[in-house]
């Protein structure tokens, strides 16, 4: 259900490099929360960088809504990146097993297998 590689940049050059790969795969980055500044602006400190993207494709994201405006709860797909004491890690929710488990919709799932591969290549390339 989870996909997370080991990366041996730091989590700034990590994101950076997402980024880049995301936008060469006509993908973007709607959103990027820095999970630890958050959490300090709250009162909390969080002991590891945490980035956490929102990425999309707007015409995969219209094929899924156009069949099931549900999965809205669920789009953008989202990529952690992440320090913990063994280094750098890159992560997301399999884009099928989300849709398993909220859609029955059988149209969706050459979208998200795509969607899915995608993700997986670009999170290969930031690594």
Known sequence: MRYVVD???SVEQAVADLTASVQRHGFGVIHQHDLQATMRNKGVELPNACRVLDVCNPHKAKEVLSADMGMAAVLPCRV?????EKGTHIGMIMPTALLAMFSNAPEMFG??????QKLITMIGEAR
């Open 7 to 9: 990366s041996k940049k």
């Open 80 to 84: 952690a990146v992440y320090g913990d």
């Open 111 to 116: 979208v998200a297998e795509e969607v899915q």
